[in-house]
T-cell receptor, first 112, second 115 residues
Framework: GESVGLHLPTLSVQEGDNSIINCAYSNSASDYFIWYKQESGKGPQFIIDIRSNMDKRQGQRVTVLLNKTVKHLSLQIAATQPGDSAVYFCAAEALSGTALIFGKGTTLSVSS | GAGVSQSPRYKVAKRGQDVALRCDPISGHVSLFWYQQALGQGPEFLTYFQNEAQLDKSGLPSDRFFAERPEGSVSTLKIQRTQQEDSAVYLC?????????????FGPGTRLTVT
């Protein structure tokens, strides 16, 4: 079946460092990918998305890279801040075209 | 504007009880989704509505789970005869488009504990 997985369950960085969170997906037909941030006790919060016709997209302090050849997705956070501490999920749109398939999440810890 | 809201935020049920979880999507959003999130895991899709039509219920784990959205706005997820394995956070999300490829906005979730 379709799956999305993350390479590292936890990532610890110092404030001001750049963070990179990686993700792999199984279905080469996936057309839409999205990153969410989830803080304790809250629902997932949209960070950035990317479609399969792009390989890079930038937002405010965040960049998503998509490598369709190896089915790999990454989220880069520039100048990481303590407020960035959370669980980060990547998700791929299922073949159904509606549901999102989530990975297990990477817990990012930022120390000052 | 207001985001997706869910109620109750916390629910404790004794095994065998029925529960009803409510979702108020963002006004005007066509699509509504329910997800189940077990502790330490990513959300898992349960069901999808486009307006009042339930177009995909492939993720519902058993026939004890039932969802409705009768007027194409508020949705209710009902779980009958709750079991301990139903303990999880139930997330509702909405999207303004009636098709894929657009971000889903999530509510805060309802944490269900079955004792």
């Amino acid at each position: 079946g379709e799956s999305v997985g993350l390479h590292l369950p936890t990532l610890s960085v110092q404030e001001g460092d750049n963070s990179i969170i990686n993700c792999a997906y199984s279905n080469s037909a996936s057309d839409y990918f999205i990153w969410y941030k989830q803080e304790s006790g809250k629902g997932p919060q949209f960070i950035i998305d990317i479609r399969s016709n792009m390989d890079k997209r930038q937002g405010q302090r965040v960049t998503v890279l998509l490598n369709k050849t190896v089915k790999h997705l990454s989220l880069q956070i520039a100048a990481t801040q303590p407020g960035d501490s959370a669980v980060y999920f990547c998700a791929a749109e299922a073949l159904s075209g509606t549901a999102l398939i989530f990975g297990k999440g990477t817990t990012l810890s930022v120390s000052s | 504007g207001a985001g997706v809201s869910q109620s109750p935020r916390y629910k404790v049920a004794k095994r065998g009880q029925d529960v009803a979880l409510r979702c108020d999507p963002i006004s005007g959003h066509v699509s509504l989704f329910w997800y189940q999130q077990a502790l330490g895991q990513g959300p898992e899709f349960l069901t999808y509505f486009q307006n009042e039509a339930q177009l995909d219920k492939s993720g519902l784990p058993s026939d004890r789970f039932f969802a409705e959205r009768p007027e194409g706005s508020v949705s209710t997820l009902k779980i009958q005869r709750t079991q301990q394995e139903d303990s999880a956070v139930y997330l509702c999300a909405s999207s303004w488009r009636g098709q894929g490829g657009y971000e889903q906005y999530f509510g805060p979730g309802t944490r269900l504990t079955v004792t």
